[in-house]
């Protein structure tokens, strides 16, 4: 988790020398919203979390501010489970969804998530989590 000083600073440090353009966050991490403002990486300045909810750890998006991305549209759900951010980098839209299954590696959770967000799920999509289900055949169901 990146509840003590020590974690956070680790995690900052390691984002500034790797340079990612994108990082996500898990729920796993422990990492919530009141974090955020202890976060403090230079140059990161757009952290998009799930919940509202400043005590409950939930996922997060941190973009680096080398991006230009442009916002359209944040989805998120009350319980912390995903967060989907949709915009656009250099006029090329991009969607970008981190999911946090509820237990561990649930295949029946990730399906049914992606069932509800089909909709907003094309091919610009990125969609990351800790799950471990494989998504190749509904990748194929749904083009």
Do not use: C
Request: proline fraction near 3%; charged fraction near 25%; aromatic fraction near 6%.
């Amino acid at each position: 988790g990146l509840n003590t000083p020590t974690k956070r600073h680790r995690l900052a440090e390691w984002i500034q020398k790797q340079e990612p353009y994108i990082y996500m966050l898990s729920s796993r991490d422990h990492f919530t919203s009141r974090d955020t403002y202890k976060l403090k990486v230079s140059g990161w300045k757009k952290i998009f979390h799930a919940n509202g909810n400043q005590k409950k750890a939930g996922v997060a998006i941190l973009i680096s501010d080398k991006i230009d991305l442009k916002m359209k549209t944040i989805l998120r759900d009350k319980e912390s489970h995903y967060i989907m951010i949709k915009g656009s980098i250099h006029e090329e839209d991009i969607t970008i969804l981190n999911i946090s299954t509820p237990n561990l590696g649930s295949p029946q959770y990730v399906r049914q998530l992606l069932t509800t967000l089909k909709g907003e799920i094309d091919n610009n999509t990125i969609i990351v989590g800790d799950f471990n289900t494989p998504l190749t055949a509904m990748g194929r169901s749904s083009r």
